[in-house]
């Protein structure tokens, strides 16, 4: 039996710890609880041995004394909760991504719900010696020593006890208990424990038939939510409602609501056949590209080798059918296979289609789900219950035993790029996994990324191509609006171009449907002092402040109930009546954001059905599925958004297509900001004509001749490729070379700038052949939560080297004594703000 085990916790530290083995039979792969510091943290079990000197004495890794090996606390697993693949996935995106392997195995493992972590205090020796000193000796007679007093009692005579339990009993605010843990007369610890899970979800259902009485505001609210969510919502999402907790209650006890508990998985299940989705059409319904395309495919997994292909269809041409058909052939074989999505918007519709093709054969997972919810389904999934899953980027290390197809979906969409700690990118750790699982991985997109397409055409991917859509429906015809000109003729700058107005109006008059992209957030996105010129910023963020107004709000509103708030951070403030700096009563704001945007279409377009799309009317994922239902049954006819709404929906009554605004992102400081334009407008031009009726788009724009913007008018991917590679190889960007951003951060603005200095010194004089050292210099966005950000940009032609200098980088940080924790490192960064 062994003695000790190697144990990766998510802490960032770039090791494994020791722990000896006293009882409980741990396994690799398997979670255990141990005692780290004044904590009890769960890990994974990454390695077993019994290494004993010739003598028997103990020979303890990392030079520590055998005496200060401390004993595991408990086996969470008698079985291992990931694979040996698994574990060779994790340890590859360790290496890979400079990450901690504690901290990738943690990402891995969607299983926090099942551990319950506490915040308990303790007396300690010092402090029971203060109780023993008379009182006039040490404290004065004051409420607040009282209030010391009355902890150190219940403590000394209860023993070890909650937060929660100090608070209630001895009257104890987070401030007190802080200062005694400060004065070293009390101790807080972490512990962790199993927790028995909650395998139902409760499910509020609207009574058919009943007898309506009186109700207040809220109360409709609450049963206009149930009605449109089609008469069944989870209590977990009502909660989320902002309504007082009491509403649902009430319902409950006027007999207007029923409250019914199912499994965790039925829920999942049953929301998702919500609404009238369309099911993708069956093998026998593919064109002929389409089942040539899908027979190389299938041929790949039967074979059950690793094979990489890049699909590049146009939007339309039924990818989607491709994907499912193949997923068909490898279900009937006994295979397994994974679909991911960018977007947990996506979801809705893919789950319905893939339910409505494999039954209960069908896992989900994504962030949005409960804990309960994502631990039943991952569960699941291990016990072979479901053999095929969707899911968002996490999904990537779903337990699938028999893994043979995965499927990224959209696979150019920055979403699928972790943006904390382990910065994995999902698409390339797909590929890794199809690589070691011996399986066959698809990418798919309209639009792919320049990486991608470039590994095709090194012949590291196989290209697969479907240039027709389906049912040879023509491409949308793509219009350009030039806003110059526009300006020039009326005198003024207006929301919607008088073709932009003549054509929405004419399409929603044929009774067809219109969305129109605005992407930026909020009312307004900028408020400035005319007298001045001071921008509002965010308190925490070197980012302006975003206007904007609730639901219940006109045009003339008071200012003092309107808001503004950041989106990096959350803050928020009233709109104030003075400029903050100059006390200017001349506060204008600037640009408009898509609440804005929704208002003026309601007042252009007063008899038009108008619905948004964006962060702030789409927090949880059951809005997505009541907007998609809507849109699909006609309730709505004018959709305006930001770019959610250009990401895979397929609705077949949408002709016409809008693009209000995406010039700004051609100025963003990022070398892929014409690529983003590129595909936006692309995968939002895709949108229209998607049914029997062809499509139109309209792109207001105030750059006519930007390449970007030209070639997607045109369609014209290669293109775009062709000159987006040209400033590639040129400027030593990828991928033309390889990219690691380092970001130095700290609330202390010279402490970041001293350790960026530190880094960029240590840079200078040293010699790493091939790579290309930009910077030190202050992030775009210097300032978020309030953290000052500083980065340095590193470039070479040869991933081992680019590699090899960051390591001795980090080993260069240590030994100067620069946290860990304050340098991010992210390998292959899609994002350099």
């Given at each position: 039996m062994p003695l000790f085990c190697e144990v990766a916790l998510p802490v960032p530290v770039d090791r494994v710890f020791t722990y000896s083995i006293e009882s409980g039979d741990p396994v690799v792969g398997g979670r255990v609880l141990v005692p780290f510091r004044r904590e009890q943290l769960q890990g994974v079990v990454v390695a077993l041995h019994d290494r004993t000197n010739a003598d028997g004495s103990i020979a303890s890794p990392e030079n520590i004394s055998p005496a200060t090996i401390r004993p595991i606390l408990r086996v969470l697993d008698q079985e291992p909760v990931l694979s040996e693949h698994l574990l060779q996935l994790g340890s590859w995106i360790a290496e890979y991504y400079l990450a901690p392997l504690g901290e990738v195995l943690r990402t891995m493992l969607p299983l926090s719900a099942e551990i319950r972590k506490e915040i308990v205090y303790s007396i300690t020796p010092r402090g029971a010696a203060a109780l023993e000193v008379p009182p006039q000796q040490t404290l004065e007679s004051n409420t607040a020593d009282q209030s010391e007093d009355a902890v150190l009692k219940f403590l000394a005579e209860h023993g070890q006890s909650r937060a929660a339990t100090l608070r209630n009993k001895a009257s104890a605010s987070a401030a007190l208990l802080h200062r005694l843990v400060t004065r070293r007369l009390i101790t807080r610890e972490s512990t962790a424990a199993a927790r028995e899970l909650r395998t139902t979800v409760r499910i509020a259902v609207l009574v058919p038939d009943a007898r309506m009485p009186k109700l207040n505001e809220n109360q409709q609210h609450l049963l206009a939510e149930l009605a449109s969510a089609g008469g069944r919502l989870a209590v977990s999402d009502i909660r989320q409602l902002s309504l007082p907790e009491s509403t649902l209650g009430t319902l409950v006890r006027r007999e207007l609501v029923r409250i019914e508990e199912i499994p965790a998985v039925d829920a999942i299940d049953s929301f998702a056949l919500s609404g009238d989705l369309p099911s993708v059409p069956v093998e026998a319904m593919l064109n002929d590209a389409q089942r040539e395309t899908m027979l190389q495919i299938a041929a790949s997994v039967h074979s059950r080798k690793f094979q990489p292909f890049l699909l590049h269809g146009v939007t339309g041409s039924g990818k989607t059918a491709v994907y499912i058909a193949a997923m068909r052939r490898a279900l009937d074989a006994g295979l397994s296979s994974l679909l991911l999505v960018p977007e947990i918007g996506l979801t809705p519709a893919m789950l319905a289609q893939l339910r409505f093709t494999f039954g209960d054969q069908v896992a989900l997972l994504h962030s949005a789900l409960s804990g309960a919810e994502r631990t039943a389904q991952w569960h699941r999934i291990r016990r072979g219950e479901a053999h095929v899953v969707v899911g968002t980027r996490s999904a990537v290390f779903a337990p699938i035993a028999d893994l043979a197809l995965i499927v990224i979906d959209e696979e150019h969409d920055t979403s699928y790029k972790q943006a904390e700690l382990p910065r994995y990118h999902a698409r390339d750790v797909a590929v890794m996994r199809a690589k070691l699982a011996g399986a066959t991985v698809v990418l798919g997109s309209a639009t792919p990324s320049l990486e991608s397409w470039a590994n095709a055409q090194r012949g590291k991917y196989s290209l697969l191509s479907l240039k027709q859509r389906v049912g040879n429906r023509p491409l949308p015809e793509v219009s350009l609006i030039d806003m110059r000109q526009e300006f020039a003729e009326t005198g003024q700058e207006s929301l919607l171009a008088r073709a932009m107005t003549e054509e929405i109006e004419a399409t929603l008059g044929r009774g067809e449907q219109a969305m129109l992209l605005l992407n930026r957030r909020g009312y307004s996105?900028?408020?400035?002092?005319?007298?001045?010129?001071?921008?509002?910023?965010?308190?925490?963020?070197?980012?302006?402040?975003?206007?904007?107004?609730?639901a219940a709000e006109d045009e003339t509103s008071s200012p003092v109930h309107q808001r503004m708030e950041c989106h990096y951070c959350g803050f928020r403030r009233t709109v104030p009546k003075h400029c903050p700096k100059c006390e200017s009563e001349h506060l204008?704001?600037?640009?408009?954001?898509?609440?804005?945007?929704?208002?003026?279409?309601?007042?252009?377009?007063?008899?038009?059905?108008?619905?948004?799309?964006?962060?702030?009317?789409?927090?949880?994922?059951?809005?997505?599925?009541?907007?998609?239902?809507?849109?699909?049954?006609?309730?709505?006819?004018?959709?305006?958004g930001t770019q959610m709404i250009a990401k895979g929906h397929d609705i077949h009554g949408v002709t016409l297509v809008g693009v209000l605004g995406v010039d700004h992102a051609l100025s963003l400081p990022d070398f892929r900001s014409a690529e983003r334009v590129f595909q936006l407008l692309t995968q939002v031009a895709g949108r229209a004509g998607r049914g029997e009726l062809p499509g139109r788009v309209l792109v207001q724009t105030h750059h006519m001749d930007h390449y970007a913007i030209r070639c997607a008018a045109e369609h014209n991917y290669l293109g775009f490729v062709e000159q987006e590679l040209r400033y590639r190889r040129l400027l030593h960007y990828p991928p033309a070379a390889m990219l690691t951003n380092i970001l130095i951060e700290h609330t202390d603005p010279a402490k970041a700038s001293q350790w960026a200095s530190q880094l960029g010194n240590w840079f200078?004089?040293?010699?790493?052949?091939?790579?290309?050292?930009?910077?030190?210099?202050?992030?775009?966005?210097?300032?978020?939560?309030?953290?000052?950000?500083?980065h340095l940009i590193l470039k070479a032609s040869s991933r081992k080297q680019l590699a090899a200098a960051v390591r001795q980088m980090l080993a260069f940080a240590d030994s100067a004594e620069i946290p860990r924790r304050h340098i991010t490192v992210d390998v292959d960064a899609v994002q350099l703000m």
């Amino acid at each position: 039996m062994p003695l000790f085990c190697e144990v990766a916790l998510p802490v960032p530290v770039d090791r494994v710890f020791t722990y000896s083995i006293e009882s409980g039979d741990p396994v690799v792969g398997g979670r255990v609880l141990v005692p780290f510091r004044r904590e009890q943290l769960q890990g994974v079990v990454v390695a077993l041995h019994d290494r004993t000197n010739a003598d028997g004495s103990i020979a303890s890794p990392e030079n520590i004394s055998p005496a200060t090996i401390r004993p595991i606390l408990r086996v969470l697993d008698q079985e291992p909760v990931l694979s040996e693949h698994l574990l060779q996935l994790g340890s590859w995106i360790a290496e890979y991504y400079l990450a901690p392997l504690g901290e990738v195995l943690r990402t891995m493992l969607p299983l926090s719900a099942e551990i319950r972590k506490e915040i308990v205090y303790s007396i300690t020796p010092r402090g029971a010696a203060a109780l023993e000193v008379p009182p006039q000796q040490t404290l004065e007679s004051n409420t607040a020593d009282q209030s010391e007093d009355a902890v150190l009692k219940f403590l000394a005579e209860h023993g070890q006890s909650r937060a929660a339990t100090l608070r209630n009993k001895a009257s104890a605010s987070a401030a007190l208990l802080h200062r005694l843990v400060t004065r070293r007369l009390i101790t807080r610890e972490s512990t962790a424990a199993a927790r028995e899970l909650r395998t139902t979800v409760r499910i509020a259902v609207l009574v058919p038939d009943a007898r309506m009485p009186k109700l207040n505001e809220n109360q409709q609210h609450l049963l206009a939510e149930l009605a449109s969510a089609g008469g069944r919502l989870a209590v977990s999402d009502i909660r989320q409602l902002s309504l007082p907790e009491s509403t649902l209650g009430t319902l409950v006890r006027r007999e207007l609501v029923r409250i019914e508990e199912i499994p965790a998985v039925d829920a999942i299940d049953s929301f998702a056949l919500s609404g009238d989705l369309p099911s993708v059409p069956v093998e026998a319904m593919l064109n002929d590209a389409q089942r040539e395309t899908m027979l190389q495919i299938a041929a790949s997994v039967h074979s059950r080798k690793f094979q990489p292909f890049l699909l590049h269809g146009v939007t339309g041409s039924g990818k989607t059918a491709v994907y499912i058909a193949a997923m068909r052939r490898a279900l009937d074989a006994g295979l397994s296979s994974l679909l991911l999505v960018p977007e947990i918007g996506l979801t809705p519709a893919m789950l319905a289609q893939l339910r409505f093709t494999f039954g209960d054969q069908v896992a989900l997972l994504h962030s949005a789900l409960s804990g309960a919810e994502r631990t039943a389904q991952w569960h699941r999934i291990r016990r072979g219950e479901a053999h095929v899953v969707v899911g968002t980027r996490s999904a990537v290390f779903a337990p699938i035993a028999d893994l043979a197809l995965i499927v990224i979906d959209e696979e150019h969409d920055t979403s699928y790029k972790q943006a904390e700690l382990p910065r994995y990118h999902a698409r390339d750790v797909a590929v890794m996994r199809a690589k070691l699982a011996g399986a066959t991985v698809v990418l798919g997109s309209a639009t792919p990324s320049l990486e991608s397409w470039a590994n095709a055409q090194r012949g590291k991917y196989s290209l697969l191509s479907l240039k027709q859509r389906v049912g040879n429906r023509p491409l949308p015809e793509v219009s350009l609006i030039d806003m110059r000109q526009e300006f020039a003729e009326t005198g003024q700058e207006s929301l919607l171009a008088r073709a932009m107005t003549e054509e929405i109006e004419a399409t929603l008059g044929r009774g067809e449907q219109a969305m129109l992209l605005l992407n930026r957030r909020g009312y307004s996105f900028v408020v400035m002092c005319r007298a001045c010129g001071e921008k509002l910023e965010c308190d925490n963020c070197a980012i302006a402040l975003t206007h904007h107004k609730t639901a219940a709000e006109d045009e003339t509103s008071s200012p003092v109930h309107q808001r503004m708030e950041c989106h990096y951070c959350g803050f928020r403030r009233t709109v104030p009546k003075h400029c903050p700096k100059c006390e200017s009563e001349h506060l204008y704001f600037f640009g408009v954001g898509s609440q804005q945007g929704e208002e003026r279409l309601q007042q252009l377009f007063p008899r038009a059905r108008i619905a948004r799309m964006d962060r702030d009317t789409m927090r949880h994922h059951r809005d997505y599925e009541r907007i998609l239902a809507r849109l699909h049954s006609g309730e709505v006819n004018l959709l305006v958004g930001t770019q959610m709404i250009a990401k895979g929906h397929d609705i077949h009554g949408v002709t016409l297509v809008g693009v209000l605004g995406v010039d700004h992102a051609l100025s963003l400081p990022d070398f892929r900001s014409a690529e983003r334009v590129f595909q936006l407008l692309t995968q939002v031009a895709g949108r229209a004509g998607r049914g029997e009726l062809p499509g139109r788009v309209l792109v207001q724009t105030h750059h006519m001749d930007h390449y970007a913007i030209r070639c997607a008018a045109e369609h014209n991917y290669l293109g775009f490729v062709e000159q987006e590679l040209r400033y590639r190889r040129l400027l030593h960007y990828p991928p033309a070379a390889m990219l690691t951003n380092i970001l130095i951060e700290h609330t202390d603005p010279a402490k970041a700038s001293q350790w960026a200095s530190q880094l960029g010194n240590w840079f200078q004089h040293q010699t790493f052949p091939g790579v290309r050292v930009l910077g030190p210099a202050s992030a775009p966005i210097s300032r978020i939560k309030r953290i000052h950000r500083f980065h340095l940009i590193l470039k070479a032609s040869s991933r081992k080297q680019l590699a090899a200098a960051v390591r001795q980088m980090l080993a260069f940080a240590d030994s100067a004594e620069i946290p860990r924790r304050h340098i991010t490192v992210d390998v292959d960064a899609v994002q350099l703000m």
